[in-house]
């Protein structure tokens, strides 16, 4: 099996598993994405009958988009950097708040191959989950390409809404 098959192999099974949860506790989910420009969002819908539980996904790539559309604060943007715990936990409570979902995840990283800083190094990607009351964040330093670094974030993505909904 080719990694590429293996790779959309799990994330299906992490798509099932978020949709059986979801279904279960009645819960909404939106996703607000950077580095994996709607990789999260796709994974999900491409399980039938998401639309019982996917709200909306948000593609803010831009930090413009992030404060536009996500209500990120340009002094967040401008202190802390795209790629930090402040913007990502904006960003899932701004998509909760405007989407009405009960439940997001935020992801803001530096996939590749540029763009990376000695205090930013290509992989490293911000993660938050939560709604508009309580969030978490957490840093990961992800290793390999482009490609790869996005389809670990998605799967990391994916794995943190099935653990927020487990804990609760």
């Known amino acids: 099996m080719s990694d590429n098959v293996a790779n959309d192999a799990e994330l299906q099974a992490l798509s099932e598993r978020l949709q059986r949860a979801c279904?279960?506790?009645r819960l909404s989910v939106t996703t607000a994405e950077s580095c994996t420009g709607g990789g999260v969002a796709s994974a999900i819908t491409d399980i039938a009958g998401s639309s019982?539980?996917?709200?909306?996904g948000y593609v803010t790539y831009s930090n413009?988009?992030?404060?536009?559309?996500?209500?990120?604060?340009?002094?967040?943007?401008?202190?802390?950097?795209a790629v930090?715990?402040?913007?990502?936990?904006?960003m899932v409570v701004g998509a909760c708040r405007e989407s009405g979902a009960d439940l997001g995840v935020a992801i803001s990283g530096v996939a590749g191959p540029g763009g990376g800083s000695p205090e930013k190094p290509v992989g490293t990607v911000w993660?938050?989950?939560?709604?508009?009351?309580?969030?978490?964040?957490t840093c990961l330093h992800l290793a390999g390409g482009r490609r790869a670094v996005r389809e670990q974030a998605v799967r990391v993505a994916l794995e943190g809404l099935i653990r927020w909904i487990d804990a609760a």
Do not use: M
């Open 23 to 25: 279904l279960a506790q």
């Open 52 to 56: 019982a539980y996917f709200e909306t």
């Open 64 to 81: 413009s988009a992030k404060t536009r559309l996500l209500n990120v604060p340009p002094a967040t943007l401008e202190t802390c950097g």
């Open 84 to 90: 930090s715990r402040e913007t990502v936990i904006a």
């Open 127 to 137: 993660f938050a989950w939560g709604d508009v009351h309580d969030q978490q964040a």
